[in-house]
């Protein structure tokens, strides 16, 4: 009986495969751009830097933290972050 089903199966698994694998090329661009993307939201004078270094960062791993860790950093002499009024 269950061999006659064994199509299904493999479909069912080919499927699941499929949702890891785009779940995790989902997850290393968004690992990727991440240190960018703060970067840019707090206007961050290098941020162009920042995401370089976050996305060679998942190559060498020991640069996304510091690639995280930077996208928080003002450089000396910048002007301080504002923050929007509320309504």
């Given at each position: 009986m269950l061999?006659?089903?064994d199509w299904l199966f493999d479909g069912v698994a080919l499927v699941?495969?499929?949702l890891i694998l785009?779940?995790?090329v989902?997850?290393?661009v968004w690992l990727g751009?991440?240190?960018?993307d703060v970067a840019r939201k707090r206007n961050h004078p290098q941020a162009d830097a920042v995401t370089a270094l976050g996305w060679v960062?998942?190559?060498?791993?020991?640069?996304?933290?510091?690639?995280f860790a930077w996208a928080f950093?003002?450089?000396p002499g910048a002007a301080p972050a504002t923050k929007?009024?509320?309504p």
């Open positions: 061999d006659s089903l699941f495969w499929g785009a779940t995790l989902i997850g290393f751009s991440l240190p960018g960062g998942l190559i060498f791993v020991v640069f996304w933290p510091v690639a950093v003002r450089s929007e009024a509320a």
